[in-house]
């Protein structure tokens, strides 16, 4: 594994459990909802999202099974730019605003999410996906995420919600695979469109991420949706049993 990769998890989850040679297990413990359980590993050690290690052209490629196709939250693997987090600087890290997306990833939710700004788009399950969004001043939208709490009110989040889908180019296909079975996954970030391939699937799209990304592999509990009714709803699902994503093959190459 690369030795840049952090290890990012929960009380209740085991990261990076080694089965084999080359063979690797992200796993969460069951548990109730309101407990967030996550299971990580990133690249996200360089704390500013400019620094951030890949552009295209970059391939990633692994092998990959989960536990069950119908696991409560989200897993997936690919690149991003951790659009949410913030830092202030505090503890002499370094100053992190919020975003908004980029993305390129192979990318699983239940059905409790629904997680995309076009209404003729999956807002669920299993996709490969990209999100494209518009240079935005971070201050503003740091500023912006003050305002959370008016989210909750239906007739503006609706507002909000077509603000994203003018400044947020998203693109989305669904993939018919039986995820607990061993896939090899493809995605070649190109400078202009990003291919993924999966069994005899080939999806393409000219939809592509706008920044340097970090490479990142999950597995959690959690849930958003922000529907086109701007009911925004999120938080944490139960887990009746142990929820696993085992990778193999891992390779990650520029050019």
């Not at 400019?50 to 997936?76: C, E, F, H, Q, Y």
């Not at 493809?186 to 999966?198: A, C, N, S």
Request: proline letters at 8%; one cysteine or more.
């Amino acid at each position: 594994m690369n030795p840049y990769f952090e290890i990012n998890k929960t009380p209740n989850a085991d990261v990076l459990y080694r089965i084999e040679e080359d063979l690797w297990s992200l796993k969460i413990h069951p548990g109730p909802k309101g407990n967030y359980r996550l299971a990580q590993l990133d690249d996200g050690i360089v704390q500013t999202r400019d620094l951030l290690p890949w552009k295209p052209p970059v391939t990633l490629s692994l092998r990959a099974r989960v536990s069950a196709n119908d696991i409560p939250g989200t897993w997936g693997f690919g690149f991003w730019n951790d659009p949410f987090s913030i830092s202030l600087g505090f503890g002499g890290g370094k100053r992190r605003f919020p975003a908004l997306p980029n993305a390129a990833w192979f990318f699983f939710s239940s059905p409790h999410n629904y997680l995309s700004f076009r209404n003729t788009l999956p807002a669920n399950g299993f996709v490969a996906q990209t999100f494209r969004s518009s240079r935005f001043p971070r201050p503003l939208l740091a500023l912006g995420a003050l305002g959370f709490p008016l989210l909750l009110w239906p007739r503006l989040a609706c507002k909000l919600r077509s603000l994203f889908h003018d400044l947020i180019a998203e693109s989305s296909f669904p993939l018919n695979c039986d995820v607990t079975q061993w896939n090899r996954y493809t995605l070649e970030w190109l400078f202009d469109q990003v291919v993924f391939k999966t069994g005899n699937q080939i999806f393409e799209t000219r939809i592509t991420p706008n920044a340097s990304l970090g490479f990142v592999l999950w597995i959690d509990n959690q849930y958003a949706a922000f529907p086109p009714n701007g009911k925004l709803s999120y938080g944490t699902l139960a887990n009746t049993q142990t929820a696993w994503l085992e990778i193999g093959g891992l390779e990650l190459k520029h050019g």
